[in-house]
Every structure is written in C-alpha cells, then in structure tokens.
C-alpha cells in the first residue's frame, strides 16, 4: 500500500504540471504595432537623411517627406494594438492522459511487475531465526534421504544423530545412533550417545539400555569424561549414591580447575554429601521420614493465559517442576502431563524425584515452574512457554498458582 500510495502521489504531481496548461484559455498578442511602426520611421527617416547628404533630394524636399513621416507615424501610434484569446482545440487529449496513462502503466505493472519485492514489512515479519532453522531442517532433512540410499555409511549415521541431538530430537537421534552402533559395534563414543539418546526419550531415565551402554563404555574407557557423567547419573537414579559419588569425584577431578562445569559438579557434590545419611541410627527411623515426605509435598495449581491458547496444541507436552534456588537445576520433582490437561492441580512430592539424594525433602525452599514444551522434551529450549514462582517455603500448605504466560527465549 504504501509503494501504490507513493507512486500515486507523483502521477498527481505530474499532472498538476501537464494538465493546466492543456486545459486553461491561451491569450496570444501579435506584434506590438507600435513599435514595428516607431521602427519603420527611423529607417525611413534614415534613408531621407542619406538621400540629402548625396544630393538625391533637395533640402525643401526633405523637409516635407519628413514632415510626412512625422504625421504618418503619429498617426500610426494612435491606433491600439489588439489582444487576440485563442480556444485551445483538443482538450480531448486532458482526459487520455488523466486516464489512459494510470490505467496503462497501472496494467503493466500488474503483469510484469511484483509487489512483494517491495514489501519490507513481509522481511520484516520474517524471523532470522526461522530462515537459520529452515536451513538446518533443510540440510538435515537431505543427510536422512542420504542415509537412506546408502544405510552402511558409518559415519553419515553419527553426524545425522549428532544433528537429530543438537535439534532435541531424541526419537530420531536414538535412531541414527542405533544404525551407527550396529554398524561400529563396541566404541565408548558410539555407546555413550546412543545411551544419551535413549535417555531423553525416556525423560532422561537411564534404567535398561541406556544403563548396559554407559556400563560398557566405562569398561571400555574408564576415564571417559561423558562416561562418568552418564554413569554417575545412572547410579544415582539406582540409589547407588557413593558409586555416583565416586564417579562425579572423578570426573571433577579430570577437569580444569575454576571452571564452570567442575563448579557445577563441586556443588552437586557438596549437596549430595550434606544430605547422604552418616549413621545408622537414620534408616531406623525411616517410617518418620516417610511422613515427614508426605508432609512437605507442595500443591500447585497451573493455568495457561488466554491470549497464548493459539499458540498451543492439546498434544502438547507440559512439565510442572520443582528447582533448587542455587547449583544445579536438575528437577527435585516433577510431573508431566499435557495441554489438554490444563487447567489442573498436581502436588509435588519426594517419589517424582529424579535422584534419589536431590529432592524436595532438602530443601527448605525452591523454584516453581510450569513450562509447555514444544518439542516434547525436558531440557528447555527457545520458544517454550512458560510461568514461574521464584521463591515457595515447603512449610506453606497453600496451593501455588502458576498461569503460563511468557516464553523462553
């Protein structure tokens, strides 16, 4: 609208320009006769005072020829010089103009020309983001035809998983990684990914395969950073905390020091030692304890805004967690359930832990949220939906109301 808006507007310029002159009256004068006649009397008394001063004529002659010219001319300026009004003809050619011409170039334009090219709030509604993720679909989308024609290429298979990770598609990740192990058999780095995989696709429960894999590659590779960490996570979802101990301990040892991946680890660590029981005297009194969990599980009422409902689907997946204030943001319990769900009350408790030494019991205070997730998965990504309370004591009963009303970015 606007390119047709301008383009309108210097037409009318243009016309303003053309078409007056087209259309109004044109006075045209002829001649001034006065001084046509004024300049015939100089030449002509010029030619008299030559003819004198060669002798062709007398001084009495001359004397009356000029006398003559004298009243000729004075007669002559007498008359009045009139102005002629012509009618311009045609002012049929106003209208072909003031017509024709927006309609012709208005026809050529629609035929030939394209609007869109033009349009900068059409780029302008296009998300960079977007044309990135349509190009890595794009790629990905052609490496998975590739596999397909050539279902023995090793390595083609590893890269389609690795792409399949780093877009958290777990489903098709575990895939890929399964046709890479089949084919490469026995490798730490092979196992290690497949397990990852089907981790996810579990909601990160490493029971089963997942558990063989890790178990194999650390056989295989004892050292392996990935392998501790996967391993350490395995044992702690057994219930095996001093194997998990012994694992992470390694592995905070085997990296730099002050950096953040061993920061994170320490205080995994730190917590974990705080709350593992050191006498004997704990596990008889383990039925109190269960009473103590009951009692500090936390109810929480979800809700979605109103103004995001268009941008979700019932399918949709919807994790309600709980999180440390501080360290390591492992869920310390958390339910998942589905858009068509909402609105709905869930309480959390210490059975919906992830580790059995990082749950709600711990803690005197934590982190609510409520996030919808669009991949289905429960690491976070951009474009989730989500709503949170930052801060709830474990000793309020109250019910936490959550309306899922922002986006992560």
Not at 351 to 358: E, R
Request: no cysteine; net charge neutral.
């Amino acid at each position: 609208m606007l390119f047709l808006l301008i383009v309108s507007t210097l037409i009318l310029l243009a016309f303003l320009f053309i078409l007056p002159s087209l259309w109004r009256k044109q006075i045209i004068k002829p001649a001034d006769l006065d001084q046509r006649n004024i300049q015939i009397a100089k030449h002509r008394l010029a030619e008299l005072k030559e003819n004198r001063l060669t002798g062709g004529i007398s001084q009495v002659q001359y004397d009356e020829q000029f006398a003559d010219l004298e009243q000729a001319l004075s007669d002559d300026l007498d008359i009045a010089s009139p102005a002629i009004t012509i009618k311009t003809q045609g002012k049929w050619i106003v209208y072909v103009i003031a017509l024709g011409i927006p309609l012709l170039a208005g026809s050529l334009y629609f035929m030939l020309g394209n609007y869109q090219a033009v349009s900068h709030s059409a780029e302008m509604s296009v998300d960079p983001e977007t044309i990135k993720l349509a190009e890595i679909n794009k790629i990905v989308t052609g490496l998975a035809e590739k596999m397909k024609a050539n279902p023995d290429d090793a390595q083609g298979w590893l890269m389609l998983g690795r792409s399949y990770k780093a877009m958290e598609l777990y489903p098709q990740a575990a895939d890929a990684f399964a046709n890479a192990y089949r084919l490469l058999g026995e490798q730490a780095e092979v196992m290690l990914l497949y397990a990852d995989a089907l981790a996810n696709v579990n909601d990160k429960n490493m029971a089963g395969k997942p558990t063989e894999l890790i178990n194999k590659a650390l056989s295989l590779e004892p050292d392996n950073l990935n392998a501790l960490w996967l391993g350490g996570m395995a044992k702690a979802q057994q219930g095996d905390a001093p194997t998990a101990i012994k694992l992470w301990k390694k592995l905070a040892a085997s990296l730099p020091p002050g950096s953040e991946p061993r920061q994170e680890i320490e205080s995994l660590l730190t917590r974990i030692a705080d709350n593992t029981p050191k006498t004997p005297t704990q596990s008889q009194s383990e039925p109190a304890q269960q009473d103590k969990v009951s009692d500090l599980a936390v109810s929480v009422q979800v809700s979605l805004a109103p103004e995001l409902l268009k941008s979700t689907s019932p399918e949709e997946t919807v994790f309600i967690y709980a999180q440390a204030l501080s360290g390591p943001k492992m869920p310390l319990a958390i339910v998942r359930k589905q858009v068509s769900d909402l609105p709905l009350t869930v309480s959390l408790n210490d059975s919906m832990a992830m580790m059995p030494n990082m749950k709600l019991s711990n803690f005197a205070n934590v982190k609510l949220l409520a996030r919808i997730s669009k991949s289905g998965n429960a690491m976070t990504q951009p474009g989730d939906l989500i709503g949170s309370i930052d801060q709830v004591a474990l000793t309020d009963k109250k019910a936490h109301k959550i309306i899922i009303n922002g986006s992560v970015k």
